[in-house]
């Protein structure tokens, strides 16, 4: 496979074919995920129509008048939810040039107590429009859908490198802290950049995205270049996110991924689905058959892994959304190395 052919393609659905099927599905799963941390995703049973509920929502949901949007500005919630605007958000100290609605798992808001961890503030209620009732169905129906593909696909994963495919069960569950953004590149700034969303890893364990035909989205392959990944329709782009690096001692890779703006006056719609365990979940070592191979976690003093998942995603929440930080979480310093101190 060359550079700058397509990822590699992944059949979920050869599970239910039969032993010797889904050998062929493990052994693609495990170079994929062992060389490559991305691959395009099929035979995952998400509907056309169950797709199209969703975009027709998301579009019409970035259509609303701007005050309708700014109703729900992400700086009016201490949780991290809701929508932010073109520019506000940040990756690498640098401006992303799109918008974008951030939604998770609807629960009351956790302020954080006396002794506990600050990560608690990232549990909390979404804020939808008003305008759009409909938008609050397609998204939590999406948020339950792509919970159930990502942990059947989480279980072969693990099986295909020799690791007992329920080895995590107990940190997801009910309480697990699923994620979800529904983002718009409205085309370039208009001042030479182009950093549609900045080269970046994400925190949790697998991400799942239904991306649009504009393109746009470049993976970092082992040259040490960015590389576009060609749109193929009917499937999610998967990459593994930090906590399966953290957690496979490097085995499984995270990769660094970026998204360039598309040319002016074209837009671009993307849709991130995020599957993270429970905030408060320790990710214990995995045990599996090449353990000893494994390189060890890449080592980036910017950008520490931690195995504990709250801590990983507050890291990155206080960075990319400075607005949200300075109102609502000023005390929440960071040291040098980025680590968000652990009191309130």
Known sequence: MTYTSQLP?????????GPQARRLLHAQLHSAAHDVGFFQLVGHGVTEAETRALTSAMRA???????????????????????????????GGARDWRDQLDIGAERPAHVPGP?????WWLQGPNQWPAALPELRLAALNWVERLSGVAERLLHELLASIGAPADFYDDIFGAHAHPQLKLVRYPGSAGDGADQGVGAHKDYGFLTLLLQDQVGGLQVQREDGAFHEVPP???AFVVNLGELLEVATNGYLVATNHRVVSPPAATERYSVPFF??????????????PYAETAPGVTADPANPL??????????????????????????????PEGQPAMSA
């Not at 393609?9 to 239910?16: G, M, S």
């Open 9 to 17: 393609i992944v059949d979920l659905a050869a599970a239910d074919r």
């Open 61 to 91: 949901f970035f259509a609303l008048p701007e005050a309708d949007r700014l109703a729900i500005d992400n700086v009016n919630s201490p949780h991290f939810r809701g929508y932010t605007r073109v520019g506000d958000e940040h990756t």
């Open 115 to 119: 002794g506990e961890p600050p990560y």
């Open 232 to 234: 193929l329709p009917g």
């Open 275 to 288: 599957y993270n365990p429970r905030l408060d979940a320790h990710i214990r070592p995995l045990v599996f």
């Open 306 to 335: 931690f195995a504990e998942y709250g801590r990983n995603e507050l890291k990155g929440k206080l960075r990319a959304h400075p607005l949200v930080a300075a109102r609502h979480h000023a005390g929440l310093l960071l040291n």
